[in-house]
């Protein structure tokens, strides 16, 4: 197996094991908790524009590899 898809497999399997971390249950009582009603869970918007360049950036590095492959 090449080291980068080595480090390919640490990364995902770390991000994996972050994103399903569980929450802490809400405490007894009925509190809400950090969000409120109507409130996201997860704001996703805050990472929205970090996101669309992570994309491109990976749309023009696969592009690139395919380009050199063939060539």
Known sequence: MKLLNKIYLFLFTGINAVMNAEVPPAPPG??????????PASPID??????????????????RKIQRKTA
């Open 30 to 39: 009925g509190g809400g908790g950090g969000t409120g009603p109507g409130e």
């Open 46 to 63: 805050l990472y929205v524009y970090v996101l669309i360049f992570i994309a491109i950036s990976l749309i023009l590095l696969f592009q």
